[in-house]
């Protein structure tokens, strides 16, 4: 059987259980194995919530046999409040939370599928009162400032023997902003944007953009590198100032 095939069978599975424990009310299956089943593969997770009666929580996250019973747990963490990230012994990852149904009215998520729920639960229960705020869209001047700037400061440390420091500004921080300016330098495919992060898809999402990548981020050593592919990118798509491109070339040298 293929992963994708054992992971929905697990989310059924896990619905079959909450429905035989007595006090669950609901299973939304998010992202992957929720909505977006398109994009499923043998690289997912199973992300889900799940919806208890009140005064229940604190008993779905303390004993996780509602779980365990379907599979042996190899490990787990308490990564918030509400859930915890969890991997079972077969190699299925989960990152869950259980809330009680008053908790829904005050988060956000992404709209998600009702995998199982009682009979008297709203099936609207997985469509969210707040959706995720958009990621902020950002002038392109500040971006491109942004840019620059993290180059300056990151050369510099690096300069000073600070490259851990340095490869944050260049190799992360300053690619991040690249990566916001990507819709500016060629047109967006339709990959299915996430919600809540500029990465995640990039690659089907911006190709061209994408094959410049492995220059901008060439390694712990190879920071003055990286920030010299960075700053010939830049220039080839903006009007990058003059007087700030020379003082970068410099403290390239």
Same mark, same amino acid.
């Given at each position: %059987?293929? /992963?994708?095939?054992?992971?929905? =069978?697990?989310?059924?599975? $896990?619905? +079959?259980?909450l429905d035989r424990s007595g006090h669950a009310l609901a299973l939304i299956g998010l992202g992957s194995v929720g909505l977006e089943l398109a994009r499923l593969d043998e690289h997912s997770d199973l992300d889900f919530f799940a919806i208890v009666e009140e005064g229940c929580?604190? !008993? &779905? @996250?303390? =004993?996780?046999?509602?779980?365990?019973?379907?599979?042996p747990i190899a490990y787990c #963490?308490?990564?918030?409040? *509400?859930?915890?990230? @969890?991997?079972?012994? *077969?190699?299925? #990852?989960?990152? #869950?939370?259980?809330?009680?149904?008053?908790?829904? *009215?005050? $988060?956000? &998520?992404?709209?998600?599928?009702?995998?199982? /729920?009682?009979? +008297?639960?709203?099936?609207?229960?997985? $469509?969210?009162? +707040?959706?995720?705020?958009?990621?902020p869209s950002r002038e392109v001047a500040w971006l491109l400032g942004e840019a620059l700037t993290n180059l300056y400061v990151g050369l510099e440390r690096d300069r000073r023997g600070?490259?851990?420091?340095?490869?944050?500004?260049?190799?992360? &921080?300053?690619?991040?902003? @690249?990566?916001?300016?990507?819709?500016? $330098?060629?047109?967006?495919?339709?990959?299915?944007?996430?919600s809540f992060t500029q990465e995640r898809r990039f690659e089907p999402r911006f190709p061209g953009v994408t094959a410049r990548l492995?220059? #901008? %981020?060439? !390694? &712990?050593?190879?920071?003055r590198e990286s920030a010299a592919a960075i700053l010939d990118f830049l220039e080839e798509h903006f009007a990058v100032d003059p007087a700030m491109s020379a003082a970068l070339r410099g403290k390239m040298r």
């Amino acid at each position: %059987m293929d /992963k994708s095939r054992r992971l929905l =069978d697990r989310l059924d599975a $896990i619905g +079959h259980s909450l429905d035989r424990s007595g006090h669950a009310l609901a299973l939304i299956g998010l992202g992957s194995v929720g909505l977006e089943l398109a994009r499923l593969d043998e690289h997912s997770d199973l992300d889900f919530f799940a919806i208890v009666e009140e005064g229940c929580k604190r !008993g &779905y @996250l303390d =004993d996780l046999s509602w779980l365990s019973d379907l599979c042996p747990i190899a490990y787990c #963490f308490r990564n918030t409040d *509400d859930g915890c990230k @969890l991997l079972f012994a *077969d190699d299925i #990852f989960c990152e #869950f939370a259980v809330f009680e149904l008053p908790e829904l *009215d005050a $988060i956000s &998520y992404a709209p998600g599928r009702i995998v199982w /729920k009682q009979p +008297h639960v709203a099936a609207t229960l997985a $469509i969210p009162a +707040h959706l995720p705020e958009a990621p902020p869209s950002r002038e392109v001047a500040w971006l491109l400032g942004e840019a620059l700037t993290n180059l300056y400061v990151g050369l510099e440390r690096d300069r000073r023997g600070e490259t851990l420091s340095a490869l944050r500004f260049i190799q992360q &921080y300053a690619v991040d902003r @690249l990566l916001e300016l990507a819709g500016q $330098i060629e047109p967006e495919q339709p990959a299915g944007k996430d919600s809540f992060t500029q990465e995640r898809r990039f690659e089907p999402r911006f190709p061209g953009v994408t094959a410049r990548l492995p220059a #901008f %981020m060439q !390694g &712990y050593r190879r920071n003055r590198e990286s920030a010299a592919a960075i700053l010939d990118f830049l220039e080839e798509h903006f009007a990058v100032d003059p007087a700030m491109s020379a003082a970068l070339r410099g403290k390239m040298r």
